[in-house]
């Protein structure tokens, strides 16, 4: 089974090493964490008040409702296919954490029908669970790794996996990791950015201001940027942000 929050687009990629690219998205259900500290305020359909990350929805099963069951893969295919536009876009698998099903042999039957037929598959995930790079196709898989720091409010041993870092970084052809960041964090982000890279082999880092809003981001960027170019590491802004505040489906 597979539990699906939204699929959209055409879009584009607001983020990271794709930024700007026109997506299609798949948004898995379930998350193995909650980001209290990225306080992103939100109601649940019961009307309870919460605080977590920007994808909520996706999150908190408060919002099961809401997502789709999907019993194969080839089901879940049909249904994006619907989405694709007459040129060939990226498929980008999101979540909540989509690692979740790494195990589900439907789940890589997704993975593998898109790799085939020479899609870009990026996969973005929080990198925290243990899992395997066993296939052919999974090393195609672009892997947008959002380590997640101490402002998550989520305990170091839960959010940083050096296994699963090393397994990724060892077998994909392409990866990279990704912080968002605000000006209040700039110090204790650093420190902890150089202690995960110390562990795992080289792979390239990309910093993002943190914010639900434009207004948000733009409190952040200059401070988040000058960071980056102190560091050494790359700075990519986060233009459905941008553009659309936090709305879904864009």
């Known amino acids: 089974m597979l539990e699906v929050n939204e699929i959209f687009g055409p879009t584009i990629q607001g983020e990271g090493k794709r930024v700007g690219s026109p997506s299609v998205f798949i948004r898995f259900g379930k998350c ?80 593998k029908y898109y790799i085939e037929n020479e899609y870009t598959v990026t996969l973005e995930t929080n990198a925290s669970l243990n899992m395997q790079i066993t296939q052919e196709y999974q090393k195609k898989i672009l892997f947008s790794m959002s380590v997640k720091l101490s402002n998550s409010l989520e305990p170091l041993k839960k959010r940083v996996n050096i296994k699963t870092l090393t397994q990724i970084i060892n077998n994909c052809e392409d990866k990279y990791l990704k912080f968002v960041i605000n000006k209040d964090f700039l110090v204790k982000a650093k420190e902890e950015i150089d202690e995960i890279l110390k562990q795992i082999p080289k792979v390239e880092v990309y910093l993002m201001p943190m914010g639900d809003t434009a207004l948000q981001m733009n409190e952040n960027s200059e401070a988040v940027i000058n960071l980056a170019l102190e560091s050494g590491f790359k700075y990519c802004d986060r233009l459905h942000i941008r553009v659309w505040d936090n709305k879904r489906g864009v």
């Open 32 to 111: 193995n964490f909650r980001c209290e500290g990225f306080a992103v305020e939100y109601e649940t359909p019961s009307g309870v008040k919460k605080c977590s990350c920007d994808s909520y929805y996706a999150v908190d099963p408060a919002f099961k409702d809401q997502w789709h069951t999907f019993s194969s893969a080839k089901e879940l295919i049909l249904k994006v296919n619907t989405f694709l536009p007459s040129y060939k876009c990226d498929i980008v698998i999101t979540g909540g954490e989509p690692l979740l099903y790494w195990k589900n042999e439907e789940f890589q039957k997704v993975l």
